[in-house]
Each structure stands twice: as C-alpha cells, then as structure tokens.
C-alpha cells in the first residue's frame, strides 16, 4: 500500500486536486507541505491532533512539513466554520502563543537538519503595504467568487466584517509566499478551508502562470478533527498543565463507541490490519480497544511512562482499590476545614469535580457522589480530616470524573 492510498484507507482524505501529481508527490517523497495553525490560545487542543499525526506520517515518508504559524492572520481571525468574530489579540499575546506551539509540535515533528520547517506568517503579512496588496493580490480575486464560499455565506446573515473578508485573501498569500520562498507545492488543511487553499492555488497559477506547481488537499479535520477537540466540560488541551496526562487518557478511554474504530485509524500509527481485526471486536473487547487507542495517543502526547501511569490509575479505579499512586490528586489545605472537618459539597467543588455548590447538591442527590467506594446521599455529610491520612480517599462524580484526596503537605 503506498503512503497516499494509506491516508485514504484511513479515512483523512476528503478532496484533493490534481490528485495524479499529489500521489506521485507524496509516495515518493517529494512534498514539501504545508498546514496552518492560528495561535489563538497558549495550547494546541485535540482538535489540532489530526494535522500533527498527517505531518508525522508524511515526514516518516521522506515528505519535508512546514508548519505555519498564523501570527499575521491571527491578528484578524479566520471566520470559518465560526458564527461570531474571534477576539482581537494583542501581538505580545500571539507571539506567546507561538512559541507555546513549537513546543508541543516538537513532540511530533522533527525539525532538525531541515527535515522541517516552522514559518511564522507575520513575517511577511505584517510587512505589507496596503497599495501593494491590493495591486499584487487583491486583483487576482472576484468578489462574486468569494461570496459563494460556506464560510462566508454562514456568517453573511449576522453580518461579516471587511477585516474577516480579507482572510481568505491573506491565506491565498501565505501560500504564494511559502511556495515562493519555501518550495512548499502542497497545502493541507479542514474541509471549511477547501475556499481558501483553492484560492491559493489559483493565486499562484496567475501570477506565475506556467511555472506554478501547487497542489491543495483537504482532511476531514473540520467535521471529524475539530469535534474531538471539544468535550461538554470544554477543550482538551495537549498541554499537561492545562490538560493532565490521566484527564487525557480518559478522555479517550471514553470515546462513543460508534468512534473508537474511527480514531484508531485517524490517529494513531497501528498497522490497519491491526485495526481491521479490531473491528470484529464486539462488547467488552471493545472496552479493551479504548484502552488501546487511550494510551497510543497518550503515549505520543506525553510519552509511554506518563500513558503507563494513566492506564495503572484508571484500571485502579475501575478495579474498585488497587494502586492509587498514578490517578489524579487534588490537595486540601488547613482552610478547606472547619474544626477539623470538610462537608461533601466544598470537597466536591474544591476537588473541581463540581462547580459550584449547587452542583455539588445536584450531585449528591441525584447519586452521582461516591467517596471511599460509598455512595453519598446527605448533602451535609462531614469527613474528619485525620481519614485524609489513607491511600483510599478517592471521590467520584458519576463514572468517569474521579480524583484522590490528600492532606497538602
């Protein structure tokens, strides 16, 4: 199987053009690609989690990746995919945020030796005049064209801002200055950017005409990729402060079941006919494929000992006892008690497994409190502060929120 029919077997690919010089390009590792990241928080999410391992499979391939970091344009916004336009940042802000990136992104792509590339698009749209930009650009773009696109036309009925309009002229330019300057002759990106890269790709052609050589792809990163960044308590960071690695774990040890195939295949580097066996797999044995795709991606994120650890808390846990030491572990301080006791609901909220108080009501009687394996169902329960001195003072929300208590030292 060559590299491009993998990409298809795994499901990533959803259009492509010229798709003749793309597989030549790819199979034979020639590409020289690239995909955008807009830095508009401090931490790459899961939803970012697709693109990453699309770079690393390509760079195992002897593909070269660039990845661009969007310091100009997230100075404006990207209203893809989006109904409201994102908050302004301030350059200090985005600059903060980009070099946050290139952390994480050394986990997945090597960047040694020019294996690959991490190009900041401030450097060039920050430097361009206005004039020059409509003359060198914005004469190659119809207005009638660009209204046609999705991502415009959702925002069109609450209103869309000239500042938002012109993103797609600034990804087109992105493009045009990677493949310029770089030799990139390849764009990745979500299926709600398919307008913008063809825009890119267009854009080079007329301006360089016959000598252009730029290819677009897309992946399913917008309706598949984008969603497993979000879970009901918000994004799921690859950042191990603002993400756990056990939280993380969990969180794909609790895919639906209808996705867990799905996720194998998209995301992690097992063989697909590992994976196609696994699809036979039918009750329990699915559980035991969560737990597989659970520490594979745990693994890749913050390395085996910290996947290893995650697994030994989380089988702790469900086993009812066993080894406490690797689940998550929240500290109470001399404060948190009143005369040497804590009630159930400030333990609740204090542990973060409950917002606020009322939550933690609504927690304790609907039956979804447990503490010490016993199920709490008096909100003005108290626990005397001496019980923290054991290993087994683990408090649960429900089935898959859970934490062990202990005294701050």
Same mark, same amino acid.
């Given at each position: 199987?060559?590299?491009?029919?993998?990409?298809?077997?795994?499901?990533?690919?959803?259009?492509?053009?010229?798709?003749?010089?793309?597989?030549?390009?790819?199979?034979?590792?020639?590409?020289?690609?690239?995909?955008?990241?807009?830095?508009?928080?401090?931490?790459?999410?899961?939803?970012?989690?697709?693109?990453?391992?699309?770079?690393?499979?390509?760079?195992?391939?002897?593909?070269?990746?660039?990845?661009?970091?969007?310091?100009?344009?997230?100075?404006?916004?990207?209203?893809?995919?989006?109904?409201?336009?994102?908050?302004?940042?301030?350059?200090?802000?985005?600059?903060?945020?980009?070099?946050?990136?290139?952390?994480?992104?050394?986990?997945?792509?090597?960047?040694?030796?020019?294996?690959?590339?991490?190009?900041?698009?401030?450097?060039?749209?920050?430097?361009?005049?206005?004039?020059?930009?409509?003359?060198?650009?914005?004469?190659?773009?119809?207005?009638? /064209? +660009? *209204? $046609?696109?999705?991502?415009?036309? #959702?925002?069109? @009925?609450?209103?869309?801002?000239?500042?938002?309009?012109?993103?797609?002229?600034?990804?087109?330019?992105?493009?045009?200055?990677?493949?310029?300057?770089?030799?990139?002759?390849?764009?990745?990106?979500?299926?709600?950017?398919?307008?913008?890269?063809?825009?890119?790709?267009?854009?080079?052609?007329?301006?360089?005409?016959?000598?252009?050589?730029?290819?677009?792809?897309?992946?399913?990163?917008?309706?598949?990729?984008?969603?497993?960044?979000?879970?009901?308590?918000?994004?799921?960071?690859?950042?191990?402060?603002?993400?756990?690695?056990?939280?993380?774990?969990?969180?794909?040890?609790?895919?639906?079941?209808?996705?867990?195939?799905?996720?194998? /295949? +998209? *995301? $992690?580097?097992?063989?697909?006919? #590992?994976?196609? @066996?696994?699809?036979?797999?039918?009750?329990?044995?699915?559980?035991?494929?969560?737990?597989?795709?659970?520490?594979?991606?745990?693994?890749?994120?913050?390395?085996?000992?910290?996947?290893?650890?995650?697994?030994?808390?989380?089988?702790?846990?469900?086993?009812?006892?066993?080894?406490?030491?690797?689940?998550?572990?929240?500290?109470?301080?001399?404060?948190?008690?009143?005369?040497?006791?804590?009630?159930?609901?400030?333990?609740?909220?204090?542990?973060?497994?409950?917002?606020?108080?009322?939550?933690?009501?609504?927690?304790?009687?609907?039956?979804?409190?447990?503490?010490?394996?016993?199920?709490?169902?008096?909100?003005?329960?108290?626990?005397?502060?001496?019980?923290?001195?054991?290993?087994?003072?683990?408090?649960?929300?429900?089935?898959?929120?859970?934490?062990?208590?202990?005294?701050?030292?």
């Amino acid at each position: 199987m060559t590299v491009y029919d993998e990409l298809v077997a795994r499901g990533l690919i959803a259009q492509v053009t010229d798709e003749k010089e793309i597989k030549d390009l790819v199979n034979n590792g020639k590409a020289t690609f690239y995909i955008g990241f807009d830095p508009t928080a401090d931490s790459l999410h899961v939803g970012h989690f697709m693109a990453l391992c699309l770079m690393k499979r390509l760079q195992m391939a002897g593909n070269k990746p660039i990845a661009l970091i969007g310091g100009g344009t997230g100075m404006i916004g990207d209203p893809s995919g989006r109904t409201d336009m994102r908050q302004m940042m301030t350059k200090e802000t985005i600059q903060h945020n980009c070099e946050c990136f290139k952390k994480q992104m050394q986990r997945f792509i090597d960047f040694s030796d020019d294996k690959a590339l991490m190009i900041n698009n401030a450097d060039w749209l920050l430097e361009l005049n206005y004039v020059e930009l409509l003359r060198e650009v914005g004469a190659h773009f119809s207005v009638n /064209r +660009m *209204l $046609t696109a999705e991502c415009y036309k #959702q925002r069109m @009925e609450k209103g869309l801002s000239f500042l938002e309009f012109n993103y797609m002229i600034m990804q087109s330019y992105d493009f045009y200055m990677l493949y310029k300057e770089y030799g990139c002759n390849m764009q990745f990106g979500g299926d709600d950017q398919w307008s913008n890269m063809l825009g890119g790709t267009e854009l080079i052609r007329r301006k360089l005409q016959k000598d252009a050589y730029a290819m677009t792809i897309t992946l399913l990163l917008n309706s598949e990729g984008k969603k497993m960044g979000k879970t009901q308590s918000g994004a799921v960071w690859l950042d191990a402060d603002k993400t756990s690695p056990y939280d993380f774990y969990q969180y794909w040890r609790n895919v639906a079941d209808a996705d867990v195939m799905k996720c194998l /295949r +998209m *995301l $992690t580097f097992l063989p697909l006919e #590992q994976i196609e @066996e696994m699809e036979k797999w039918e009750g329990a044995d699915l559980n035991k494929a969560k737990e597989i795709l659970a520490f594979e991606l745990t693994s890749l994120v913050h390395g085996e000992d910290e996947a290893k650890k995650a697994e030994e808390g989380a089988k702790a846990l469900f086993a009812g006892g066993g080894n406490t030491d690797n689940m998550p572990q929240v500290e109470l301080s001399e404060t948190d008690f009143t005369d040497d006791q804590i009630d159930i609901l400030t333990m609740l909220v204090t542990s973060g497994l409950c917002t606020s108080k009322s939550d933690a009501r609504r927690c304790v009687q609907q039956g979804g409190a447990t503490f010490m394996n016993e199920k709490v169902t008096d909100i003005y329960a108290k626990y005397d502060k001496s019980i923290f001195e054991n290993d087994d003072c683990v408090l649960k929300r429900g089935k898959k929120k859970f934490c062990k208590i202990q005294l701050a030292k």
